[in-house]
């Protein structure tokens, strides 16, 4: 069993940063891909970006692509979604995601574990 807990949600204004943190219970963190998914009022959730076990690989949808970043540090059980260049279009509630295989698939069903979220609001 994994538990995810996410952190570093907020308002910011068009243009700024923030950065996403996932804090993972359990020895086995090494072992997961993790992954990032946001969901807008009324809009499905929708696949951010991915990470694998090492994280060697990294993948990103294209909404995001260059200026968001994923990277992870298994020593602290910790992945972390950098966002820059934020747009009032991503404005959303950000999930972490964890899956064994290590593989970064973008489809919700293909992660075991999920966190609470955290809301990032973007103003214009």
């Given at each position: 069993?994994?538990?995810?807990?996410?952190?570093?949600?907020?308002?910011?204004?068009?243009?700024?940063?923030?950065?996403?943190?996932?804090?993972?219970?359990?020895?086995?963190?090494?072992?997961?891909?993790?992954?990032?998914?946001?969901?807008?009022?009324?809009k499905e959730?929708?696949?951010?970006?991915?990470?694998?076990?090492?994280?060697?690989?990294?993948?990103?949808?294209?909404?995001?692509?260059?200026?968001?970043?994923?990277?992870?540090?298994?020593?602290?059980?910790?992945?972390?979604?950098?966002?820059?260049?934020?747009?009032?279009?991503?404005?959303?509630?950000?999930?972490?995601a964890a899956?064994?295989?290590?593989?970064?698939?973008?489809?919700?069903?293909?992660?075991?574990?999920?966190?609470?979220?955290?809301?990032?609001?973007?103003?214009?």
């Amino acid at each position: 069993q994994v538990q995810l807990i996410e952190s570093g949600g907020g308002l910011v204004q068009a243009g700024g940063s923030l950065r996403l943190s996932c804090a993972a219970s359990g020895r086995t963190f090494s072992s997961y891909t993790m992954g990032w998914f946001r969901q807008a009022p009324g809009k499905e959730r929708e696949f951010v970006a991915g990470i694998s076990w090492s994280g060697g690989s990294t993948y990103y949808a294209d909404p995001v692509k260059g200026r968001f970043s994923i990277s992870r540090y298994n020593a602290k059980n910790t992945v972390y979604l950098q966002m820059n260049s934020l747009k009032p279009e991503d404005t959303a509630v950000y999930y972490c995601a964890a899956r064994s295989l290590d593989y970064v698939g973008g489809r919700l069903d293909e992660y075991d574990y999920w966190g609470q979220g955290t809301q990032v609001t973007v103003s214009s």
